[in-house]
């Protein structure tokens, strides 16, 4: 059974470009969440997904921040116009379709932004 | 908002000796997962306890969930170096996500 799958695990972007983070679930999980690490600082919740459904994106910075999880493919974290403090490592982690606390966390993707 | 406090932040103790991690908050939780996280990857998950006062064992691991669901501890017995990583507790709550403590930073030495 393959996990959680992230790519890419580092990327790189220079300050005004976009970053594009990608999340397949585990199979048969329909529930998608990502999290951010910040240097130093622990695990903060972002936003939680199901097929092109926003649930819940209170953890979402409000402005170059979005996340999508359409109906074929992968999740998609987006961060436009990178700035140096969204350097961090950005997971996603998955959940199947019934009624359970527990996720399953990917590897992440690092984020580093020059 | 939810909060979950870890201590200690740091532990450092040598191979074959027991250690406890706590895990509190002033919030009740539906239930608590364990994870442990490994530099450069993701945490992974060693248990989920959703009932009050709840002991579960991973070998030689051992996690309890308090009797009023807003506390926990995760007992290690015998430490070994293959033990060493970031310890973190993380709260669940109706909304589905997550709430992570700051983790503890174990290290075993041989």
């Known amino acids: 059974n393959a996990g959680v799958m992230q790519n890419p695990r580092h990327l790189v972007r220079r300050r005004g470009q976009e970053a594009r983070l990608r999340c397949s679930p585990m199979?048969?999980?329909?529930?998608v969440y990502w999290y951010r690490q910040l240097p130093e600082e622990g695990l903060k919740f972002m936003v939680y997904?199901?097929?092109?459904?926003?649930?819940?994106e209170s953890g979402m910075p409000k402005e170059r921040f979005s996340a999508e999880f359409p109906k074929e493919g992968p999740s998609i974290l987006r961060i436009q116009q990178v700035v140096r403090g969204d350097s961090a490592a950005y997971f996603c982690a998955s959940s199947p379709p019934v009624a359970t606390d527990t996720q399953y966390f990917g590897p992440g993707t690092r984020l580093t932004v020059l | 908002t939810q909060l979950l406090e870890q201590s200690p932040q740091f532990l450092s103790i040598q191979e074959g000796e027991n250690l406890t991690v706590y895990c509190n908050s002033s919030s009740v939780f539906s239930s608590l997962q364990w994870y442990r996280q490994e530099p450069g990857e993701g945490p992974v998950l060693l248990v989920t306890v959703v009932t009050g006062g709840e002991v579960k064992k991973l070998k030689r691991l051992t996690f309890q969930f308090g009797d009023a669901r807003k506390d926990s501890s995760l007992h290690i017995t015998a430490a070994q170096p293959g033990d060493t990583g970031l310890y973190l507790c993380?709260?669940?709550?109706?909304?589905?996500?997550?709430?992570f403590g700051s983790g503890t930073q174990l290290t075993v030495l041989p």
């Open positions: 993380a709260g669940g709550g109706s909304a589905r996500q997550l709430t």
């Open positions: 997904l199901q097929k092109e459904n926003i649930i819940d």
């Open positions: 199979k048969g999980h329909s529930h």
